[in-house]
């Protein structure tokens, strides 16, 4: 073969390049080469540029075909320097060049899919194609769904055939038009909340094309692609409804065209999908066409009278259900739907990218496949990096001992695991970590995704990996990316917009990763998740939180069958075993690789009964404790309470959620540093509650635990001389159990509402019976297998599966309540550049933004109520704001929304309810609700003495104001003046 290879390097890439290229080809030009070579010789050629690539390199290379016709063959280094058949520019100018102006202009009776004009039949024919290009990409063997993925994008936009679209989009002034959500008709004299949105109009229009009695595709694709055509953009929010049922949108489109629907549109649909097919048959050659095999060749309107009770396909198709394979069967069925609408999506948005020119040259010269491998080059489909380089220099620091050689050894298992889900269960400081980046390297990853179920675990990877004065990968690549923390390799290295999930490694959030499922603008995404290697950090945590547990179930299915292999590994101590079998098929035999712990230390387990409302000494997680100690409770604010209690007494340092961002992020710096391996020790007592115990490479002498399941009882221990040094004594584990805890009280409550009180009961009774009631002195590996016993004792399966069960429905509920649907305001009011917001939809709870007045708790016989608030609003709308949240439950139900309904228009001048009469409480507390999405507008759910006195004439505040509270030693939290009062009696 002849090849052309054309170099853009700049800087030090230019003459390392030249090395290369010389020593292969002759060079025809400054930066041109030319030569025969063979297919080994091309591929040693990019091997080499690829060894020494930089950000300045940027070299392409063309495969002659003929005289007249050349091919891009591949591009090495900067892909922005050539266009998608790698072509360059030659000169450049800021100057209006005559011959580049566009002077496109409609057509009459031509039909466009934008604002730029392409040709409608154009656009629906190649979305399909490069959508079932997309999909065989990530599942060759999937032939059907391939199919269902050109059908959907062939149809995705036959809605657009609406006149008022047409109309809207053939107007000069909308040439430039751009949106966030593709085009629909953005005219001020236009509303959406009587006339349907394009994709709902296709939707409509494919139904009544389907050839109901055809069995190509079969119903399950059929309704696949019903719902990748109608979610390839976010629901419209309309507060008066009506766009709930197929029958609704024909009669809201029929109303706006004033009766014309049937002559003006679906009487027209026939013509343009003859065009579409006509196209797809010139395209390939062929005489057949696959979506007229699909179609009916004209309308069937005969349908419309069945249409009055038909439904829009569900977003989430999940119902309740009393056994647990139901639940995974319904969460690969959403899987599947997520791959479609994310091929649909990303081929719309790069088709949607050419001009109308370059669109029609692609058909003309059936391109269509060089501008899907150029597109997939150009994006973080198919990434490239050192980090398996990096990952060697890291093992290589490790010693050569029999630790080194077993961690090995379990790489080495996990990454033969190919084709199945690969789990890595092992005792706290066995080294998950660097196993985990030795499967990476095993199985050639070129990008890592690690996911983590809070921002707490977060920064403990990030810290490992490259924060921490010994990191694992000093040189390489490493982002922190969660709603608080955006950064590159450092703290101090904040990452830009365009740098986002651009590293080698990006640890981030599950809620950052699930964005892909419940969003229009990040659903593309999904795609760079199947693209990379993934590692699922403490992944047990999902279990019990809904919507996550389904949702993180659908994530793994949709790396089934991709052509790569799976490349995703679970990481834990605690593998909650019958969610991993039951949910994500994985056979607890073969697929999960147990690394057995090296900590020879011995533990004992005690169990200590106490009275739930007694906070004095006798109480175990109040009552002082020796040096390098942790207390973790389940809640923030029983560790609130306690270290308020003790901090004149106890060299204590809390730890908690309920921190404003800059507080949290400082101390977990000084918790991180104070407990570490060869931390300062310049606290003896750590005071938490759950946030510290998974993934945090800190350890402790002494321990006590409140009550809890298995896996947090566990991940609790595994802080407990976690470096294996107190081997001369026996280290003690300590476990309060309320005296009531059987019968009820506040904290079965508590774990029943997080469905977890049956398994913690069923726990509590297991380990008591296995240790002798606390009597036995144990090993690591001796409570791990106790553990692993547990999930095969009949007695407690029934207990665990009957909480799991409970938790699954409970997340059927919030996804059919709707938090999981793409949703747009159709005419946002938002500024550019402004700052982010609480979304509607949000899986962890609808919270809003809060401020509280500051108290002083350093005497806790002497509270002092400030006159200063927890923050401050920055004048710069670009400075995020060091703010607070709260559950908009708990402000419901402590009646302060009731209180700042009546009193804060009094408080805050330009308060939004301001206006709205004092009579109307109900939409007083509506619009207090919805501005709170943003920080600007938080609920104040505290209020300064002066603020009192002098606006409300008040001297007592309200008796369930919450308010952040400080002392000397360190701040507190936002905490309820009733539990600062209880805590004063």
């Keep these: ?82 266009n998608f058949s790698g072509l360059v520019p030659v000169n450049t100018t800021q100057k209006e060049v005559p011959m580049d102006i566009t002077n496109a202009k409609p057509v009459m009776g031509e039909l466009y899919a934008n604002t730029h004009l392409q040709i409608l039949e154009q656009h629906l024919f190649s979305v399909g194609y490069v959508a079932e290009l997309l999909y065989s990409h990530f599942y060759p063997d999937e032939k059907q769904m391939a199919l269902a993925a050109f059908v959907a994008g062939c149809l995705h936009d036959i809605g657009k055939i609406d006149p ?65 055509i109608y979610w390839h953009h976010a629901k419209p929010f309309r507060p008066k409804g009506g766009f709930e049922t197929l029958g609704d949108i024909y009669k809201k489109l029929d109303a706006s065209l004033k009766g014309t629907a049937i002559s003006d549109v679906l009487a027209r649909v026939p013509v343009l999908i003859e065009k579409v097919c006509a196209l797809e048959k010139n395209y390939f050659g062929c005489e057949s066409s696959r979506l007229r095999n699909c179609l009916l060749t004209e309308v069937d309107s005969e349908k419309l009278w069945d249409f009055e009770g038909m439904t829009l396909p569900r977003y989430k198709e999940y119902d309740n259900a009393d056994k647990l394979p139901d639940f995974r069967r319904q969460a690969n069925a959403n899987a599947i739907n997520n791959q479609l609408r994310a091929c649909l999506i990303t081929a719309d948005r790069w088709v949607s990218s050419m001009e109308p020119s370059e669109l029609s040259f692609c058909l003309t010269n059936r391109a269509l496949g060089e501008f899907f491998a150029v597109q997939l080059e150009n994006s973080d489909l198919k990434p490239e990096s050192d980090i398996g380089s990096d990952i060697d220099i ?115 959030t599950i809620d950052q990763l699930l964005s892909t499922v419940v969003s229009h603008s990040n659903a593309d995404r999904l795609l760079n998740y199947l693209s990379a290697h993934v590692v699922f950090d403490e992944y047990h945590e999902y279990v019990s939180m809904p919507g996550f547990n389904l949702l993180f179930s659908e994530l793994l299915a949709s790396r089934s069958g991709l052509n790569t292999g799976l490349n995703a590994l679970l990481v834990s101590a605690t593998p909650h075993y019958s969610y991993i079998e039951n949910m994500l098929g994985v056979n607890v035999d073969y697929d999960v690789v147990e690394m057995p712990s090296f900590n020879q230390s011995q533990y004992q ?54 921190f404003k961002k800059s507080d949290k992020k400082k101390l977990f710096n000084e918790v991180y540093d104070a407990f570490s391996k060869d931390g300062s020790r310049i606290y003896g007592l750590l005071r938490s509650g759950p946030i510290v115990q998974a993934s945090l490479n800190i350890s402790c002498d002494h321990m006590v635990t409140e009550v809890t399941h298995a896996e947090n009882c566990l991940q609790r221990l595994g802080r407990l001389d976690r470096f294996g040094r107190n081997s001369g004594k026996v280290n003690q584990y300590i476990i309060s159990v309320p005296i009531k805890f059987k019968s009820g009280g506040s904290l ?79 005419k946002p009011k938002v500024a550019k550049g402004g700052r982010a917001k609480i979304s509607k939809n949000s899986l962890r709870g609808d919270s809003r933004f809060v401020q509280m007045a500051v108290c002083n708790v350093s005497d806790p016989d002497s509270i002092v109520f400030e006159n200063g608030y927890a923050y401050d609003i920055p004048v710069n709308d670009t400075d995020d704001v060091d703010s607070l949240t709260e559950s908009l439950d708990r402000i419901r139900n402590y009646g302060l929304l009731d209180y700042l309904a009546q009193k804060h228009g009094r408080i805050e001048e330009f308060s939004p309810v301001n206006g709205i009469p004092a009579k109307k409480m109900v939409a007083r507390k509506a619009v207090l609700e919805g501005f709170a999405r943003d ?28 308010y952040y509270a400080v002392s000397s030693k360190q701040p507190i939290g936002s905490i309820s003046l009733n539990h600062l009062t209880q805590q004063k009696d």
């Design 1 to 82: 073969m002849m090849v052309t290879f054309v170099s853009q390097c700049e800087k030090k890439a230019l003459p390392r390049t030249r090395r290369v290229l010389d020593a292969f080809a002759d060079r025809i030009g400054d930066n041109t080469w030319q030569t025969v070579i063979t297919q080994e010789g091309l591929l040693a050629v990019k091997k080499l540029l690829r060894r020494t690539a930089t950000k300045n390199t940027a070299v392409s290379c063309h495969w002659i075909r003929s005289r007249a016709r050349s091919e891009l063959v591949w591009v090495v280094g900067s892909k922005s320097k050539f």
């Design 164 to 228: 008022q679209f047409q109309t809207w989009a053939t107007k000069a002034k909308n040439r430039d038009y751009v949106a966030d959500d593709g085009q629909h008709i953005d005219d001020k004299t236009f509303s959406f909340e009587k006339h349907p949105r394009h994709n709902e109009i296709s939707v409509l229009l494919y139904t009544l094309l389907d050839d109901l009695n055809s069995k190509i595709p079969n119903r399950e694709i059929k309704r696949r692609i019903k719902h990748a």
């Design 394 to 508: 890291c093992l290589s620091k490790f010693p050569r001992d029999e630790r080194s050689r077993l961690q090995s050894e379990k790489a080495g298992a996990l990454a033969d695991n190919e084709r199945h889900l690969s789990v890595l269960a092992g005792a706290a400081g066995c080294g998950k970590t660097k196993i985990a980046l030795e499967w990476a390297k095993l199985r050639d990853a070129q990008k890592i995704l690690w996911i983590c179920p809070r921002v707490q675990i977060c920064q403990g990877i990030f810290a490992e990996l490259r924060e921490s004065d010994a990191p694992y990968l000093p040189h390489a690549n490493v982002e922190i990316h969660t709603g608080e923390f955006k950064c590159i390799n450092s703290y101090s290295r904040e990452s830009e917009d365009h740098e986002f999930f651009s590293g080698d490694i990006v640890i981030t």
């Design 605 to 658: 387990i005690n169990f200590i009964d106490y009275d739930e409302n007694d906070t004095s000494k006798a109480n175990p997680l109040y009552c002082l404790q020796p040096e390098n100690s942790f207390v973790i409770s389940n809640t923030a604010t029983t560790a609130q309470k306690s270290f308020i209690q003790n901090q004149a007494q106890e060299n204590a340092v809390l730890l908690h959620s309920k």
């Design 748 to 826: 079965s409550r508590f774990l029943s509402s997080t469905f977890q009180l049956n398994s913690s009961k069923a726990w509590l009774e297991f380990l008591y019976e296995v240790t002798d009631a606390g009597e036995k002195v144990l090993t690591l590996p001796v409570i791990y297998d106790f553990y692993k016993s547990f999930y095969k004792h009949q007695p407690a399966l029934s207990l665990i599966d009957s909480d799991l069960l409970a938790a699954l429905n409970k997340s059927v509920q919030v996804l059919n309540d709707k938090v999981s649907e793409p949703q747009t305001i159709v």
């Design 935 to 962: 920080p600007e507008y938080p609920l104040y759910l505290s209020y300064t003495p002066d603020a009192l006195d002098e606006k409300l004439g008040e001297r007592v505040p309200h008796p369930e104001a919450i």
